[in-house]
């Protein structure tokens, strides 16, 4: 896996440099640099979103495409029936559940000017990525998601 760039191999697996920076293993690096790792900084309502069974994330984005806020609003009574979710651990299910009633609100109110509609595809489709990131977790898949 490693590459040849100037008689010198990149590539190779690199742990950490002097600044404290994580590489990945076997990734090539561009002019001898670090790769970072990056975490995506989520908002409250992106971070309420449940982690749902993948049959029920179908579902869920299957009504929303059609009923936009629809499999939002379902996605929320899953919370209070076990759903984990991000936020849950800092705000409590409860806090969780009235946050999610609130983006399926949004989703309807402003469905009618088409922002509402693509919110519930996006929302939707956040929630299928999250049943198959969670289920490669269960099932020790590396995750490329």
Not at 59 to 81: D, R, Y
Not at 93 to 119: D, R, S
Request: aromatic share 6%.
């Amino acid at each position: 896996m490693a590459q040849k760039e100037g008689g010198s191999e990149q590539g190779r697996v690199k742990v950490e440099d002097s600044l404290g920076a994580k590489a990945m293993a076997g990734g090539p690096m561009a002019g001898g640099g670090v790769v970072v790792e990056v975490r995506e900084k989520k908002g409250p309502l992106r971070a309420a979103i449940p982690t749902m069974p993948f049959p029920l994330a179908v579902i869920c984005l299957f009504l929303n495409t059609f009923i936009p806020g629809l499999g939002t609003f379902i996605s929320a009574f899953s919370v209070l029936c076990g759903a984990r979710s991000e936020l849950i651990s800092e705000r409590g299910v409860c806090c969780v559940f009235w946050l999610n009633v609130a983006a399926a609100l949004i989703q309807i109110l402003t469905a009618v000017i088409m922002v509402g509609w693509i919110m519930s595809i996006f929302w939707g489709m956040d929630m299928v990525i999250l049943a198959i990131s969670d289920g490669c977790r269960d099932q020790g898949v590396p995750q490329d998601v």
